[in-house]
């Protein structure tokens, strides 16, 4: 797939839900940080760092109808970034996620759910816009009610020097402060057939969403996995907090996701959006095939 055809977006059927992912295009993330301590000779066969050893990565955000319900899982890195924030993150310019939206038929107006994994500021930046004159946020999403989990909230608050610079506070302060954000204090069932769970590693309050029709499950894995790169449990990315745990909830989630013929949807895959887990019997590995897009 090129480039130019990297924005989606891509529909899929699960059960009675309609599943679309619909990009905020692509950034930049360096390979060493993408793929922690894998050798680079092993992860650049597949994701080939260009001459200042970044990696293309996507910004893949799932939207949901079920039961009369529209869900937006994730809002990729929006436009409230600086230039140098843009720039040194790859940030396409082209920030036209909203506009590709409304042409796909969504209105904005009419999102009942927004869920985000966690508050990482390539995550849910599209949650909120900032008025061009006079700076002003308000939700981009004005009906709708948003979710994550209380302790990513305080972490973020926390604006710790490891991490801080993934942080930005426009995109989720004003909406705990207007009661619109929902803070979770651990796993629920939000709506039916949506279900959010918490997998700490990335982050302490990474919640991974399921989506289950009529027998089907899909699961938007979050930065637990962010690419089909990433299944293999030892492939951890640098910037999890707590690797050690990334690898057990991966093998519980690979786990469950091969026996139950989940759907995986990839945030930051930029080859596959989705596709399907099979553990291979002599090795134990877990074996990738792509869904069609
Ligand atoms: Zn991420």
């Not at 000779?41 to 949901?64: C, F, K, M, T, Y």
Request: proline share 6%; with cysteine; charged share 25%.
């Amino acid at each position: 797939m090129t480039e130019l055809e990297w924005t989606g977006p891509w529909h899929r059927r699960l059960g009675a839900a309609e599943l679309m992912v619909l990009t905020d295009r692509t950034y930049h993330l360096d390979g060493g940080a993408f793929f922690g301590v894998v050798p680079k000779p092993l992860w650049n066969r597949h994701a080939p760092a260009d001459e200042q050893n970044r990696v293309r990565a996507g910004l893949n955000s799932l939207i949901v109808r079920l039961n009369g319900a529209l869900i937006v899982i994730e809002t990729g890195c929006g436009n409230k970034l600086n230039e140098k924030q843009m720039r040194n993150g790859g940030v396409d310019p082209r920030r036209d996620y909203l506009k590709r939206m409304a042409a796909a038929g969504i209105d904005p107006g009419r999102v009942d759910v927004v869920i985000n994994t966690h508050l990482h500021y390539d995550h849910c930046g599209w949650n909120t816009l900032r008025h061009p004159e006079t700076g002003a946020i308000t939700a981009a999403f004005p009906q709708a009610r948003y979710y994550v989990q209380r302790r990513e909230w305080e972490h973020a608050r926390e604006q710790h020097e490891r991490d801080r610079v993934s942080y930005l506070p426009e995109n989720y302060d004003p909406l705990v402060r207007s009661g619109q954000m929902t803070l979770l204090e651990g796993g629920r069932e939000l709506l039916p057939g949506i279900t959010v769970e918490c997998w700490p590693g990335h982050t302490r309050g990474l919640q991974g969403v399921l989506i289950r029709s009529q027998g089907q499950t899909a699961c938007y894995v979050s930065d637990l996995m962010p690419t089909h790169w990433h299944l293999k449990p030892s492939w951890v990315m640098g910037f999890d907090l707590y690797p050690l745990e990334s690898i057990d909830n991966k093998h519980r989630v690979l786990e469950r996701a091969a026996r139950e013929h989940w759907l995986m949807v990839f945030t930051h895959d930029p080859e596959h959006v989705w596709g399907y887990v099979e553990r291979h019997g002599a090795s134990g590995e877990y074996l990738f095939t792509p869904a069609s897009t």
